[in-house]
């Protein structure tokens, strides 16, 4: 299978026409933003209540975070939550990996139909018929072991078939493996800001070194650079705010802090 990938080409700085901002269901970070969290585990492995509860936890952890951030540019955000899967009963062993680009952007479609929703389109419309909330995602949380990814709509998806691909969602395992802590609210944050436009800034290989060592040395607490144990210890730095639309100008020197792959993963 192919991996998830984001099309990146050089523009100008103003000009988002081929990032994921303003795109699919999450556009800017911004207004009122219903979050489904779908909770789904293997027949191996079901979600116990007591994990659940600590999951939905770090949710509402990551998104005061975002709204005390929004605030630190001026913005205001908000959000509102529903769960499905919350009483550990929703079993599948067909949750995608990171790798598996198709099944990413359909997995949504799929749990969507489990709630009686026939397609992306008519959970959105839900949304806007029976919420406050302009904008919509979806973090679907697996009880298996694997590398948190996000899988954000892009243009082309969208212009491929704006029915099919128009909801955002990211996929938060409950950890790389199982010798190493869960996957926190910083985790959640960061994959949720992917939704919304914002970039890697860590380094993806070893052509991104010198990147990744300005950005490590400018934005050291910056949230897209590394997932720190206390989500409080992170921030959105001035780059990420311009990408999500916290911050309205941006600087002509921010896009060469763009990963320079053509082609780029959302981890």
Known sequence: MNPIRIIVKPKMPDDTSENSRNIGSAKVLSGRIFVLSVFVGPISNPWKQSDISRQKQKVFEAERWLKMQALRYGKQVDFENSAYGSDGTFIDNDMPEHCDSADAY???????????????????????????????????????????????????????NPQRYNLDCCFIYRGSSPDVRESGAGTIAHEILHLFGAWDLYELDNTDRVRAGKTSVMFPRSIMIRDYYNIWDMQIDEITAWLVGLKEDGKDWYRWFEPKQEEYLCF
């Open 106 to 160: 359909s997995y949504p479609a799929k749990v969507l139909l489990k709630m009686g929703f026939q397609n992306h389109s008519s959970f959105i419309e839900w949304v806007g018929r029976n919420t406050q909330c302009t904008q919509s995602l979806v973090v679907v949380f697996s009880n298996t072991y694997g590398r948190s990814f996000a899988s954000p709509v892009s243009k082309d998806l969208y212009q491929f």
